[in-house]
Every structure is written in structure tokens, then in C-alpha cells.
């Protein structure tokens, strides 16, 4: 018998998956196995290793779904010809000389998984009108006077002296004490200086972070939805990456994670989702650690602009067992071209990391350390953190209230959890992906979610709004736009007038029925919404789980259409609508004849039999 | 039989050795060869794979040089302890609950060889009086106003609208500009904008490049003795490191580099010898990348400070074929602290190195690029470096006529090539440990050696020092306190008074001696210098190779002591000393009868017969 492309290893403590998981990436990594070459079939591999069949079949099907192997279909399974993206240079190019050996050092590059180029980006976000992309940055709120006082107090004959020389691997103690009294004390956390690494922002920590944790015996376990960033990072490593679901209190734990080493989680705003992890599931996640001996990665993502969003402390702040690593960013919401962040963990860790760091690239720059310190320590930090989280709720309540207001097809947001994004989930048969296409051609840029599942095909129906780029004023008729094409793309297949079922209510039936009647929304977030609708044509609305807000306006019937104007919501203007009932439904229709929104409705009395 | 560690594939095209060698680190690493274990015997091993024992020999001896390994006397070979440091920390720690509690992590830290730790650093030479070390920074020399007024065209708002915001994975462009304007061009080098990355100083650019190009199935040479830095990025990475000798000519070229893939070399100022690549020996290592397809990394070590130098081109503007890949540094003589330095390389290159940058910190703040960009395009940075160009190249004339005038053990320097350090020989029965040590306690920090051989074993007697550190007037009084350790170090040890071989010449005798003599010098450099004593008391002196320098002074003998003085050499000081003639000898005294220096000479007549 032919022999094995792997061996087991009898005395290892490895499970048997894990092994022939672990000795495969290795072998495609160092090349042993190159892309394109063929794997035996699971059957022969389990006859060779003498194990069950369904061990090489899992370990085959993880391997697919990393990106490793491929399968195609009455052929077999293969090494991914992209996973050495190198390969796929080289293998493009002629044949020619000159091209073979300009391209001699193109076959020598190592380890650049193909997918990493699969990450939507927009780099010209800046020329759409509309853009409710995420993580951009608006550099008209950058605070250009308190910044240069900063960089001219750092550039002092005194500070220049200690900043302009190396300082081999160590960070500007003024800025290690600036975070650990002015940012560390608002999360909670109570930090030594020799527990605080600076570094080149929150992928640079996450880079060390899986350089120093993740290799290929190690099992990390991520959000799903989650950040791909870390997953692209752990698959470099080749570790083993296991997705977690995450549901409204944010990472779900349970038995699942206790097999995990390391576990990464994003509470404050989930990635990409936006829901904030509950004070019980971190206690919970924290326990978990506890129990189950792994550790915990907290990326504290925007946990720059929480400042007037009472945030939940963060799970350092909770952690007695010095298990949890923090990350944070210092320069996302201020710069993000300055490019500095943070980790905060165990000393001895720390330490280490810093040892990285050094192979890495010594330092963070440290004119840039010392400017940072002195804007927080004149507290231009703090009040910028203020600022910007005053622009950003004002724009984030204004993209809720577009969306409440002007819907098209019914789509649902997270509940109010501060932050600066929503996810917006659509109907499972609205194709997405043509939205955001066309979007794009009409200057309205939103992200699609695929990129942040670890299998595309398990992604929702949804579409990722932010607010950190576009101004306020560009919210609602952005929103407005995106309505429109989306009232475009349904045209035909959504419910239209006139309808197969309830009943089209005119003139003075439709007046009739709505005088007395009481309507119950649900808002785009969840929150109900009560409208009555009163003798002498005045409406009153109360909204919230507690009736937080209320108003009052006017409706009327005109031939068969229903107006209705409210004194502030709806931007306090009047729609007109076609109406119809449908048991205990009323839908709305637009000028168009589609359907644009339902709610309950109670009526004052009876329909009458229906006429006809 | 018992079954083997690893198992060799035959289909495998590496070489039986290095598939040894790779499967072997690839254990140890993963964690599946922990530290500890032992490995069986050369014999056992080779019976049980099948291969002559020599292969399994040459494989564990290279494991043992690279640290993986260790070899413990007549019990065998083992896994390095050291080898995953993490290991160390844990081992190392009590069992109370508490401490393993947060030590839980460092037991999964991975992959930091203990031998990080063994490199020297002096994090306090600014307080040392006479630091003679490399590479450190003087900020007396630091351009304050120059980089202000950068600084200050960087922070208007047009700028900052431009730099605040992260660029993705692009660079400024204007830095880019400049870089391929006003730097390269000095260096030869023709470059399009795209085959340019800014990187954050020349550690990061080598740590770029070994993620790029090294994995466990790459073959490196490197200089020996040479950069260290490199040396344990490429043991990160498991790379075949195999070592090179480096002559007066810089990098030997011959058949050793045919298996390479990837040749790393420093050609203007090798580290750590300064010795300069020639033409010649620059063309014939192209020659052989192109004949034996490996790739060349060219480190351009203090290209900076060249400006004077008239240097030789760059191997990359040599480079037909497009194998060089070009690393130099933009802010060491500048400031250290700003991190700051680029590569040139192909195109496809640098897009894919772009996309490594990407995942390890995104992109150097942008901030610094600016201001560098304009800090380059108002001409602050050719003053710069004319300026330390003159100032090291005083500071280094200084050492070399400290180290001519004041000699306490022969020592011999590379000669003259520009540069900022100079390698220093002493005999091989010196104990330049002790002298390291010493100087330290005496103020003075000279640097040692061994750290820059792969083979700790392998160094040379020398010792390293450098000028970028230490003051023009500090140089003298340092040298001398430094000769002064080595007589102290050397009493007793080193030829003395009276002697055993030659003659103590004394009065009258040493007067007739001296006359008309003719006395042959080789300066510390290697350089001649002649000297001859006329009549009337004056002295006169050629030195050079084509006596480029001359001087005149005045000799006399009182009692038994023969004084000099020259008009400008030696600093114009008088010396006195005791003179031995031994054959064609002649040999100096110092006032506590230790000899000091020695000469040809030339007489003018025979010496009479010994008087008893």
C-alpha cells in the first residue's frame, strides 16, 4: 500500500482531528503539499492512519471551509491553488525571459492566503454623497488647534531630547501614564505601567496578540458574526479557528467554548453586529475562563466614542484571574492616520509582547507617543471623546429616525445600544447584494455582512450602516435615496393595489374606519409605536416601551387616499396613502400602489360587508 | 521497532538533511517535540528513517548552532529548554494557586527563542561618559528647527485633511515622490512610485521581508560575523540560516551561495565590520544570483551618513534582473524615535509586501510621512546629512588618531572606508570580555562582538566602536582612559622591563642609536609611517600609502629616556619612553616599564657589542 502524505503521532495528546488538521496546514504552508496537488480520498487516508472515516471527513471539511482545500465536485479534494497566493501570480505570467526573471523572487514568497483580498473596501468613500460606511473617519472633526498645541509642547528642546533617540523597547512613560489615569480609569481598569503596551493601533495589537498566542495546536474561538480581521490573522498562524454565535446579549456561551484556548470578543459594540454583551453573559464568559482554562482577547472596539453612552465596564475591569487581554484604540476617532492603540494584560505578557514588538519594529513612533500624552493630558482627549460622542449619537439617532420613517421593505434594527452603526436586517428573499450595487452607482455607500462571517453562505440578509463620515444633514436624504431604489428593486414583487387579500378601503369607508381607530407599530428597532386617530381629525402617537416620547397631528381622508401630518415625527411632513385592512392589519400603499408599511389596527367598529 | 520521531517523504524534492532538519523544527515549535525531550540517538534515528547516520548528524548539529537543540555530555541530545521562552517563565514559577491562575497564558505563548535575550544593549549609555557604541543617537545633532518648520507645513489644514484619515495600505505619496527624487537617485537607484514601501525603520523592513520570504523550506546566507537582527528573524521563521565569511572585500562570492535562496548582505558599511563591498566583488554576487537564481536583500547600513563617502552604487541600481530587494533606514541619523525607513523592490514585490503591512499595523502614521516628505522637499535633509557626515567623519578621524597615538596593546582597525564605527583587533590572548566589563565600570562603553557570529565560539578577539554617540572632545580622553584599563589589564602579563630579548639602550648608547635612525611604523589602520631622527634633533615623519601627511618635531635623549614631540601628530604632546632594540626592533617603554609599541628600524649603524 501506497504510504501516507501524513503520520500520526501515537504519544501526542492531540485528538485525531485535530492532528490530521494540524500536520495538513503545516505540510501546505512549508509547501510540502503544493496548491493544486490532489488529496487522497477520506476513505484511503482513514485506511492508511487507521482511523474512523469520519475523522478525515471532518478534518477534510474544516480544512475546505478555512480555505485550505477545495473540493470539486466527481473529483476529489485539492489544496487550494489560491492559498499560496504567490502561486497564482506566478502561474499567471508568460513564459517569456524577461518576465520568468523579473518574477524570480514572485514563486519565494510564502503564506498570503488569496481570500485576504476578498475584504470589501471602499477607498474613495470620500467622493460618494452618502456614505453610511463604517469606520472612516470625518476630518472635519478633527481638533486641529488642540492637536498642534500638543505636537508643539512635544517638540520642546526638553521633550525632543527624549523622544528623538530610540528608546529600545520601551513606550513614552508620560503616555503609559495618560492611558492608565485618564482612559483605563473610565473602562474600570486598574493597570500597573508595565500592564500597558502601546502599539500601531488595534490591528497591529491583534497582530501581536495572535503572533504570541495562535499557532497550529491552538484553538481560538470567534464571533460569527465577527471580526475578519482576527480570523484572517489566526488563519495565518494556521490555528484552529471555531465560530460562536452571538445573539441581542452579544457572544453566547455555553459548552461550546470549552475547548477554545483563547476566545475573542468584542462587548462593547460587537463587531459588526453593534449589540453590547450583558452584564451577565460577561460574568458568564468570565467564569467560562475560569472553568474552562482559556483566555479572553476583549477588543474594546469604539470604546473611544462611549463616553456619553454609560458603557458596561469592561471585562478587564471584572477579570481577577488576570486572564483577559485588552485591546484598544487611541487614534481611531481622532486620527486614525496617527495610528496608535493599546493592550493592557498581565505584566509577564506584556513583557513578552514587547519582546514582539521589538522583532517587529522596535517602537511605536515616539513623537507621536508624546504628542498623544500631552493631548490628554491638557484633556483635549476627554473632550474630544465628548464631542464626538455628542456628533455621533445626533447622527446615529438621525439614521433611526430616517429609517423608521421612510421604509420600503419591512427592515429591522439592532435595539439602541450607542455605538455608531446598525445592522439592518432585510426580508431572507431581498437580494441584498444588487442593493448595494446599485446603491454605489447612485452615491449611497453601505457595507454588505458577508466578509464578516466565516462562511459567506451563512451571512443574513442584512446591510451595515454607520455614521462616522457622513454628516448629519446627508443622513435623511441619503436614506431617502436608498429608499427609493430599494422601492425600485421590489417594484412588481412586493404586495401592490390592488391586492389579492383585505380589502382597499375608499373615501368615506376609509374615513369611517380610521376615525376611532387604533394603530400599533413596531419601529425599525423594535419599539412599539401607538397611534390614535380622534374625532375632529387630530392624532395623537405615543412611542417607547415606556411611552418616552409622544405627538401630536392631523389626519384626513381626500378621495381615497389617507393623509397624515404629525407636529414633529416625520420630519413633520404630511403622507398620503392608499389604504387597506386585512383582519386585524392595515397596510399602507404609496402613490405607486406598493406597499410601504403595515401595523395592527384596531378598529372602532366593524367593517361593514364588503360591497361587491 | 519502535516507531520514529518524524518520517521523511520521497517524493519530497528538499534533500534528506534539511527534510530532517524542517519536520525536526516544525516539532519543537508546534509544541509536539516539547522542550526537554530527548531525541534518540543519530544511529537509532537513522536506522529507523533509513538514511546514512552523517545526514542525521549534519542535521542535529545545525539544529544545535541554530538553539534548538542542545547536546548534554554522555546523556544525549535534547529539545533547547530555552527554546520557547514561555516555557522558561512557567517552569520557573512556584505552584500557588494564585500565581498559576495568571500564569494561566504563558504557557501558550509561542515561538520566542531564549536567545533574544542574550544581545547587548545599553538602554543607559547617555550616562556614561565615553560611550563609544554604535548606532545610538546623539540629540545634540537633531535639527530642531528644520523638523519644526516640516512639522508645522504638515499640520495646516490641507494636510491634515490629507494625512488624518488611515489610507488603507497606501503610503503618502509625496513622501513617495521625495524618496525616489531626492534619495535614491544619490544611492543610483531608478524607481517608479510603485515599487516603493515605507516601513517603520529598517527592523520592520527585515521583519517585512523574512514573513515574505523565509519559511522553513528557505535556504538564507548571511554574513558572518554579521547583523544579528536578522539572523533571529530568519530563526522565527525556521529558515535555513547558513553563514558566510566576509573578507577586506566585503561578502566572499563563491560555491557556498549556490544553494542559497535568498542571499542577505550589508555592502556599504557591513555590519558589524564596516569593511565596504567592492565593485568587483558587488558584480560578481549579481552574477551569481542570476546563475544560481537566488535573491539578493540589500540592508544599505548608514547610507544615510554617506554623503561624503563618495560611495559605491547600490547594488540595486546595478541590479538588471530585478533580484535586489533594497532596505535603508530614513530617520536613524535623523531621530531615531520617528521609526521611519523604506524598500525598494519589484513591483509585485512591494504590492504583496504592501499586503503583509496591512496585517501587522495597516500602514506608518501618516503624520510622519508628511512631515517627512516636506522635511525631505525643502532640502533639511541633504543639510542633515552633509552636516553628520562631516561631523562623524571628524569624530572618526579622532578615534582613529587616538587609537594610532595612544596604543597600549597592539590593535589593529579596518582600514579607512568611511562609516561611523570601527571593528577592532587585539590579540588573540587578550581577554576583551574583561576589558568590556571594565570599560563599563570606568565610564566607558565599547561593544562587544560575539553577538554578531552565528557560532558564539567563532568571534574574533575584537571589540566594536562607534563615534555617533560620543562628542569629538570626549574621544581622545576616552581612548586614553581605555589604553589605560588595557595596561592595567595587560601588567605583568606583556613584555616588560628589564627584557629578555633584545637590548635596554641607556644614555649616551641610546643617543647614538637614535641618530640618522630610521624608524617603520604600521598605524592602527594598517597604514605606514616613517620616521626619521637628523642631527640637530629634529624629527620628521611621512605617513600614508603615498605619504599623504607629514609632520615635523624634535627628539631628544635625557638620562634613559627618549622624548618626542611632534609639531602637530600625538597632539603635539612630548612622550618619553624606554627604547629596547631587538634585531631590526625597536621596541617602546612606558614609564612603569610595560612595553607599549614597537617598530622596524633602521640604524644608522651598528649597535657596539653588548657591554656585559
Keep these: 500500500m501506497q504510504d501516507a502524505i501524513i503520520y500520526l503521532d501515537s504519544n501526542s495528546s492531540m485528538g485525531l482531528q485535530n492532528q490530521i488538521r494540524q500536520k495538513l496546514v503545516d505540510g501546505i504552508l512549508s509547501g510540502a503539499f ?150 483605563l480609569t473610565r473602562r474600570g481598569i486598574q493597570a500597573h505601567a508595565d500592564e500597558i503596551l502601546v502599539t500601531m ?80 453573559r460577561r460574568r458568564e464568559l468570565l467564569d467560562a475562563a475560569s472553568a474552562h482554562d482559556f483566555l479572553v482577547v476583549e477588543d474594546d472596539y469604539e470604546c473611544e466614542t462611549n463616553y456619553m453612552d454609560h458603557p458596561l465596564p469592561a471585562l478587564r475591569s471584572m477579570d481577577a484571574g488576570g486572564r483577559v487581554i485588552y485591546v484598544a484604540s487611541l487614534s481611531k476617532a481622532l486620527a486614525p492616520g496617527i495610528r496608535l492603540g493599546f493592550i ?46 455628542r456628533i455621533f449619537r445626533e447622527r446615529r439617532v438621525a439614521l433611526q429616525r430616517a429609517l423608521n420613517n421612510v421604509r420600503g421593505v419591512p427592515m429591522e434594527i439592532s435595539p439602541e445600544v450607542g455605538g455608531t452603526t446598525y445592522w439592518v436586517r432585510t426580508p431572507n428573499d431581498f437580494d441584498v447584494a444588487n442593493l448595494i450595487r446599485q446603491s454605489e452607482q447612485h452615491g449611497i ?27 448629519v444633514e446627508r443622513i435623511r436624504p441619503g436614506v431617502e435615496r436608498l429608499v427609493g431604489l430599494i422601492r425600485e428593486i421590489v417594484k412588481g414583487k412586493v404586495e401592490h393595489l390592488p391586492t389579492s387579500t383585505g380589502r382597499w378601503l375608499r373615501g368615506d369607508e376609509l374615513r369611517r374606519a380610521m376615525l376611532n381607530a387604533t394603530v400599533l407599530y413596531r419601529e425599525v428597532h423594535g419599539a412599539p409605536c401607538t397611534i390614535e386617530h380622534l374625532e375632529n381629525g387630530v392624532m395623537t402617537g405615543r412611542r417607547g416601551y415606556a411611552n418616552e416620547d409622544s405627538d401630536s397631528g392631523r389626519w384626513r381622508v381626500e378621495g381615497d387616499i389617507f393623509y397624515r401630518k404629525w407636529d414633529r415625527w416625520v420630519y413633520g411632513e404630511e403622507k398620503g396613502y392608499y389604504i387597506v385592512i386585512d383582519g386585524d392589519k392595515i397596510k399602507y400603499f404609496n402613490s405607486d400602489k406598493q406597499i410601504v408599511d403595515s401595523a395592527y389596527i384596531r378598529l372602532a367598529d366593524d367593517l361593514p360587508e364588503a360591497v361587491g
Design 201 to 280: 493601533g488595534t490591528q497591529n495589537s491583534l497582530y501581536l496578540v495572535s503572533q504570541m498566542l495562535a499557532d497550529t495546536a491552538t484553538t481560538f474561538a470567534v464571533e460569527e458574526p465577527g471580526n475578519y480581521e482576527i480570523r484572517q490573522l489566526l488563519q495565518m498562524r494556521g490555528a484552529d479557528v471555531v465560530t460562536q454565535p452571538v445573539d441581542e446579549d452579544g457572544l453566547v456561551v455555553d459548552d461550546r467554548l470549552c475547548n477554545a484556548n483563547v476566545v475573542y470578543v468584542t462587548p462593547s459594540h460587537q463587531i459588526p453586529t453593534a449589540v453590547a454583551m450583558s452584564l451577565e
Design 445 to 471: 455607500l453601505v457595507e454588505p455582512v458577508e466578509h464578516y462571517y466565516s462562511i459567506r453562505e451563512n451571512a443574513e440578509n442584512c446591510i451595515r450602516m454607520g455614521v462616522t463620515s457622513i454628516p
Design 34 to 183: 503544493p496548491p493544486g496537488m490532489k488529496l487522497p480520498s477520506s476513505r484511503k487516508l482513514a485506511q492508511q492512519l487507521a482511523v474512523a472515516r469520519n475523522t478525515v471527513v471532518a478534518a477534510y471539511h474544516q480544512l475546505i471551509a478555512d480555505g485550505y482545500l477545495i473540493s470539486r465536485q466527481r473529483s476529489g479534494i485539492f489544496v487550494n491553488e489560491q492559498i499560496l497566493e504567490s502561486r497564482v501570480g506566478h502561474s499567471g505570467r508568460g513564459s517569456v525571459a524577461a518576465q520568468a526573471e523579473s518574477a524570480a523572487w514572485a514563486r519565494r514568497v510564502r503564506s498570503l492566503p488569496a481570500r485576504w483580498r476578498e475584504v470589501h473596501d471602499q477607498p474613495n468613500w470620500r467622493y460618494y454623497p452618502y456614505p453610511f460606511i463604517d469606520g472612516k473617519f470625518d476630518q472635519t472633526l478633527f481638533p486641529l488647534a488642540e492637536w498642534r498645541e500638543a505636537n508643539r509642547l512635544a517638540l520642546s528642546v526638553a521633550d525632543v531630547n527624549e523622544w528623538s533617540t530610540g528608546r529600545g523597547d520601551s513606550d513614552d512613560p508620560k503616555l503609559i501614564e495618560e492611558i492608565r489615569t485618564k482612559i
Design 344 to 389: 493592557v494584560a498581565n505584566a509577564d505578557f506584556i513583557r513578552r509582547a514587547r519582546q514582539v514588538r521589538r522583532k517587529i519594529l522596535n517602537h511605536p513612533p515616539l513623537n507621536n507617543q508624546r504628542t498623544m500624552a500631552y493631548f490628554l493630558s491638557l484633556g483635549h482627549y476627554d473632550s474630544l471623546m465628548l464631542r464626538l460622542g
